[in-house]
Each structure stands twice: as structure tokens, then as C-alpha cells.
């Protein structure tokens, strides 16, 4: 592995859906006594019994993906959502391990999965930054070299010695990505680090993951569901499918591949088979969404998509609602759909819903719609029941071929009509 940064050799990874794993002598032997009895693992369900159907309690999250990565290179890891990405990453990361198969690797790895993670919520963000440096096997004197240039790159001299629970997710992203970039390691692991923050901070990270690879000889692994920040970091890249590696080569193949598989993603969605993770009760359940379309006929900007949805009541319930967070490719909240008027049924009704999305104001491109169940109560705030993610996916294309090619990343997701022009003296 002399010029090699990364190897994967035929990894695995297989989860037991909704297993909550070992925690305790006491849990361990719960679970032991209910098996020795026949009855179900008190610790092996996050949601209601039965939710998970039978023969599907083992999910293949990755299934014998190999892969090389050199010293110096930039690889982006693209694919839907549930493909096998960011398990991927925290592999690499050492959060978990394989079930089958070796990771190998040369250097210090910084990684930055998710918002916050790795940051002590009660520490200020000078505490966390060398507390992160230590983790990586630096000494102080190191981190102190360069602490004044990560403050100045995240711009939080105002707020470095605040606790880091009172930062914006903005200013979250903002401190741990100059840690993660700044801090003397070999290879750095970013999962959809600019999803949150401004333009300018993003074009600069995007600038500084440049530099790490190419001036720095750092070898950057990026997921990301933003083609465009994927074509100018990467030369390279993979795309993953239900945990199968499907590609690996040049960005531009990657992503007319990546493409083709969201368009022949189902317009049938079966929720049954999705571990929820709430240990609520919950009182409307989604069984199933179909939308009435023809796949061959484009959605185009102001259709209204109609979707027949089916659901169960598990308890009685007089006003439920429903809400739908319309989310674009780069995972920003593009908006919310509402069902206001109060359903009700009774324990044990299958309900189903024939419903109208209406596409008016959003701009051509890639979205997903979160579903959610909820009540509100006497002050207003909402309860949620169920929540099942990306149902459906759509595409959102021009209204007419003359439109602009829309450009999310500088004009936002929300298309408005133009402006009236008046008047010209």
C-alpha cells in the first residue's frame, strides 16, 4: 500500500433492522431469557412488533464493495438515498465495523459525518477544537499552531469560547469543517458538509478540499447529492446502489449513471417494509403511496402530481394531519405541504387518501417529499406520529424548452412568476 491511501476488499455490512444491540449485562440477559422462552427480544425492536416483516430482519446495507483510493486523490461517492454512503464512510471512520471483508488505510483520518458529530455540546468551540485535535493523536502544541488559522477560516472569533449547544447548524459546519480541514491528518471524510451554510462558505470549503488534495497531497472522500460540487472537487467517483457498488470511473459517467437510476426509481412505495425507530404510539401509520402518473410523461413546474396513499389507524383520533417536507437534492428544506383538514377514524380503519401535490412553485430539478402524521395540541405544536422519508422522488423539469436551465445553486428552489414590468421612461 506504499502509494495507496484507502483499500476496501470486498466489504459488508449487514444490519439486523430494528436490533437496538448490546448494551448491558441486565439488557443482554433479557434478550437471552426471551429467546430460552420463545418470546419476542424486548431490546430487539425500536418500533411495534411486527413492523418489520418476516424473512427481512437482516439488511445488506453493503454487499462486497472494493474499491482503491491513491494518496492525493479526490474521490466522491454518489447514489439515492438509503445506497449505502454514509454507511460507508463510517466505516472508514471507524464508528462501525465490517461484517465481512478489511478496510485498509495509511494516515490520520478526519472525518465530518454529520452536523456536530464528534463536538461536545457542553464544551465552547475552543474546547472542542482541542479536544478533536487529540483525538486525532495531536499535541497541543500542534493544535495551538494552528488554532488561530481554523478560527479565522470558520469566522468565529466572536463566538469561539461559546458552548458549541448554542451554535446555528450554520456554525456548526463551520467549526468542524476548519477542524477537520485544518488539523494535520492524512485523509479527510466529508458526508454533505456544505448542505448547511451560505454560498461563500461553501465555495470556500470547496476551495480548501481542492487545495488539500492537490497542493496538500491529502487524500478527500466527498458524498454529496449536489452534482455540481461533485464535478468540480472530483475526477473520480463511485456510485453506490442498495449497497452494491453499480460504477467506478470518471465523475461525468458516474453521474449520467446516478441520473438514469433516479429515473427509473418505482412510483410504487411500500412503507411496510421501513423500521420506523419511533417507540411512540403510532396512531396513523403509512402503508403505501403510489403516484398516478405515467413515468414517461415529465413532471413539468405548476402540475399537480396526484398520489393515492394508504394508512391504518392504530388508535382512535378525530383531527389528524398530515405535512410534507418537499426536500431538493442538496438536502435543504426547499418547502412544506400542508393537509389541513382534520382527518378521523378508528382503531383498526385503513384509511385511503386521494391527494394533489401541487408543483407551482418549485423550480425544475431533483426533490423528495418526507411524510409526516401529526396532531396539534392546545398550543399549537405538533405531535408527530409516523414520518417515512423520500416518497416519492421526483423530477421537476422546465415548463417550456425556451425556459433558463435552472441554476439551484445561485437561484434557490422556489421559481416564481417574473416581474411585471410597468413601465420604461
Not at 56 to 85: M, P, W, Y
Not at 238 to 258: C, P, Q, R, S
Not at 313 to 336: Q, Y
Request: charged residues 25%; glycine residues 8%; aromatic residues 10%.
Amino acid at each position: 500500500m506504499d502509494n495507496l491511501a484507502i483499500k476496501f476488499d470486498h466489504i459488508c455490512k449487514e444490519y439486523r433492522l430494528g436490533s437496538i444491540g448490546g448494551g448491558t449485562l441486565r439488557g443482554d440477559l433479557q434478550s437471552w431469557f426471551a429467546k430460552m422462552r420463545g418470546k419476542e427480544d424486548p431490546n430487539s425492536k425500536l418500533a411495534d412488533a411486527g413492523r418489520v416483516p418476516a424473512g427481512s430482519e437482516r439488511f445488506l446495507a453493503l454487499d462486497d464493495v472494493c474499491f482503491e483510493v491513491k494518496q492525493g486523490e479526490t474521490l466522491g461517492i454518489i447514489g439515492h438515498n438509503g445506497a449505502g454512503k454514509s454507511t460507508l464512510l463510517k466505516l472508514l471512520s471507524r464508528v462501525t465495523a465490517p461484517t465481512k471483508g478489511t478496510i485498509s488505510y495509511n494516515g490520520r483520518i478526519a472525518s465530518m459525518l454529520e452536523v456536530g458529530t464528534g463536538f461536545h455540546p457542553e464544551l465552547t468551540g475552543r474546547e472542542n477544537v482541542y479536544m478533536n485535535g487529540a483525538i486525532l493523536g495531536m499535541s497541543k502544541a500542534e493544535i495551538s499552531r494552528k488554532f488561530d488559522e481554523i478560527v479565522s477560516f470558520a469566522e468565529m472569533e466572536r463566538f469561539i469560547d461559546t458552548p458549541v449547544k448554542r451554535y446555528s447548524s450554520g456554525m456548526y459546519v463551520k467549526l468542524a469543517f476548519a477542524v477537520a480541514a485544518h488539523l494535520d491528518s492524512e485523509i479527510m471524510v466529508m458526508d454533505e458538509v456544505l448542505a448547511v451554510g451560505d454560498m461563500k462558505f461553501q465555495q470556500k470549503c470547496l476551495g480548501k478540499m481542492g487545495d488539500a488534495s492537490q497542493y496538500e497531497g491529502r487524500t478527500v472522500l466527498y458524498v454529496s447529492h449536489n452534482m455540481n460540487t461533485i464535478r468540480q472537487l472530483c475526477s473520480r467517483c463511485i456510485v453506490l446502489d442498495h449497497g452494491k457498488m453499480v460504477f467506478d470511473g470518471d465523475t461525468e459517467t458516474a453521474i449520467e449513471i446516478y441520473s438514469d437510476s433516479r429515473k427509473n426509481m418505482e412510483y410504487h412505495y411500500d412503507f411496510t417494509k421501513i423500521p420506523r425507530g419511533i417507540e411512540k404510539n403510532i396512531k396513523l401509520e403509512f402503508l403505501s403511496m403510489d403516484v398516478l402518473r405515467d413515468r414517461n410523461v415529465p413532471i413539468r413546474t405548476g402540475d399537480v402530481v396526484e398520489v393515492r396513499l394508504k394508512c391504518r389507524a392504530n388508535s382512535d383520533f378525530d383531527n389528524m394531519k398530515l405535512r410534507f417536507s418537499i426536500i431538493a437534492a442538496d438536502d435543504t428544506i426547499a418547502g412544506t405541504m400542508f393537509l389541513n383538514e382534520g382527518l378521523a377514524a378508528k382503531t383498526g380503519d385503513e384509511l385511503e387518501l386521494h391527494l394533489g401535490l401541487d408543483t407551482e412553485h418549485l423550480a425544475p430539478g431533483w426533490y423528495r417529499f418526507d411524510l409526516f402524521s401529526f396532531e396539534s395540541n392546545d398550543f399549537g405544536l405538533q405531535e408527530c406520529y409516523d414520518r417515512v422519508a423520500g416518497a416519492p422522488i421526483l423530477e421537476i423539469e422546465k415548463r417550456t424548452e425556451k425556459d433558463l436551465e435552472w441554476l439551484p445553486q445561485w437561484w434557490g428552489h422556489a421559481q416564481f412568476p417574473d416581474v411585471r414590468l410597468y413601465s420604461v421612461h
